[in-house]
């Protein structure tokens, strides 16, 4: 006879194999802690070469697999506690950010901090500048660490679209003094013309383009992320004709307010400092732009955006956020735009509805990819204006607005072409005044006039509103007028 009794205790001591994840992501768990072979195999009573062998794929069996199904699930749930207060602190520090004001803050901190920002990925994600699966992650983004294993996907294209990446020198390598390259250009101009300062400003500002590239090279050495210099772009971001434009509206203000109350006013027209400059903070795609379609959006990600824009109800006192438009119907709009949109259409703000997303160019961004690059001018520019050093001065103010004129489709610039990143530069120097106008308002000033990127008419005490002077987060007085019968 059968012994039900011996049936039953094997029965009873029988069970399936713990599940254990793929040999990659085991190998990636531990490395994500930190933890060497040696330590984990000691943990659990084998040799390093054991743990080497299930990284490779062997799997383990009996005691020893359970205690390893449980070192490794409990690696993924200390990581992904960890990944959510780092995108908890993130949120927090963009609320905060929010919170700020219109124009970007000028913190003087560098866009990068070293190896911290390199991370190893549980799993192959598709990389940023080439789309072909990377298993390392900088800043967030997933990205090839060797560009010589970058930009297979590129090899499919025709020559004619593929992406040159820039690959910054020393790549990682953080640099102690830096020299000033804009003071020795300045010092070398001025004496070669004897210290003619005429002669030597218009040296410098005929040379502005090619300077400006190489101070972003410069500004680029230990920086945290390769660009795409030279990308293939969408039909939307060329030219439809060689004099024509092409389809991206920058939502530029051109607005004055209808209709003023009755009796004499004095209307000061302020002048924004450095506009384009405080635009260069603002959030750029990194690689070649993806298409995608669907009213959602990744905060993570930047580019161009077909959009049908909300009904703006307060034209009356505030300017249309996506400019002066009479057309109806969706538009391409940039990044910077969709933000502030998306951003006043929130609970805090509560102007408009959202805008209906239906399609969207993008990739992987950041907002500090030309950070010191524009620090190094903030800073050029302040001593400038503090030595009365008009050469200098000038010379700074032609490197920004020539950089960012220049680098879309222009014979002047032939080393960097992202006509995405000019719209988007451009569109938020938009974007900064259009919040320096609400922030008027929101104080009780009375706004005027809005107009390009550095114009704004009041009526009121602006100067308990704004700080006046020659920096980049102060005004200045361009006029002052008067309108009305008293």
């Not at 009356?316 to 998306?342: F, H, K, M, Q």
């Not at 988007?424 to 259009?434: D, E, G, K, M, P």
Request: aromatic share 6%.
């Amino acid at each position: 006879m059968t012994d039900f009794g011996a049936i039953d205790a094997l029965l009873a001591g029988a069970k399936k194999e713990v599940p254990l994840p793929s040999a990659e992501e085991r190998r990636t768990l531990r490395e994500e802690l930190n933890l060497s072979r040696a330590q984990l195999a000691q943990a659990l009573g084998v040799s390093p070469s054991t743990v080497g062998g299930w990284e490779s794929g062997r799997d383990p069996s009996g005691e020893v697999r359970e205690k390893y199904a449980y070192f490794l699930e409990g690696a993924r749930t200390k990581l992904a506690a960890e990944a959510a207060e780092e995108t908890a602190a993130e949120d927090s520090a963009s609320s905060e950010s929010d919170s700020q004001g219109d124009t970007p803050a000028d913190t003087g901190q560098a866009e990068d901090s070293g190896d911290d920002d390199v991370d190893v990925l549980t799993a192959p994600q598709p990389c940023v500048l080439c789309g072909e699966p990377a298993r390392h992650q900088v800043a967030g983004f997933p990205q090839h660490l060797d560009p010589a294993e970058c930009g297979s996907a590129e090899a499919a294209q025709p020559q004619s679209e593929r992406g040159v990446r820039v690959v910054p020198v020393g790549r990682r390598l953080q640099t102690a003094d830096s020299p000033d390259l804009i003071g020795t250009a300045v010092a070398s101009a001025l004496a070669e013309h004897s210290g003619d300062v005429e002669s030597a400003t218009e040296a410098l500002v005929r040379r502005a383009i090619p300077d400006a590239m190489a101070l972003l090279d410069h500004s680029r050495m230990g920086g945290r992320y390769d660009v795409v210099a030279h990308p293939w772009m969408p039909d939307v971001l060329r030219k439809q004709s060689s004099r024509g434009a092409d389809q991206i509206w920058e939502a530029r203000p051109k607005w004055s307010r209808s209709e003023l109350p009755a009796g004499k006013h004095e209307i000061t027209a302020l002048d924004i400092n450095g506009a384009y400059l405080s635009a260069l903070k603002t959030h750029l795609p990194l690689g070649q732009l993806e298409h995608s379609t669907g009213n959602h959006h990744d905060r993570r990600r930047a580019g161009i955006h077909l959009i049908t824009p909300p009904d703006w109800e307060h034209d009356a006192y505030l300017p249309n956020p996506i400019g002066s438009r009479d057309e109806p119907g969706p538009l391409w709009v940039t990044e910077s735009t969709l933000r502030l949109l998306l951003r006043i259409s929130g609970p805090k703000y509560g102007l408009c509805d959202p805008p209906e997303i239906h399609e969207s160019w993008t990739s992987g961004a950041t907002e500090g990819l030309l950070e010191k690059f524009r620090i190094a001018l903030k800073d050029a520019r302040d001593r400038a204006i503090a030595d009365n050093d008009d050469v200098t001065l000038e010379y700074v103010k032609a490197m920004y607005s020539k950089f960012v004129s220049t680098m879309g489709e222009s014979n002047y610039n032939r080393e960097l072409y992202r006509t995405d990143w000019m719209h988007l530069i451009r569109s938020q120097a938009f974007a900064n005044l259009w919040w320096k106008a609400h922030r008027a308002y929101d104080e009780g000033l009375m706004v005027v006039r809005a107009m390009g990127t550095d114009e704004l008419h009041v009526i009121g005490d602006w100067r308990a509103v704004f700080a006046e002077g020659r920096g980049v987060t102060e005004v200045k007085v361009k006029d002052v007028y008067t309108v009305g019968a008293g």
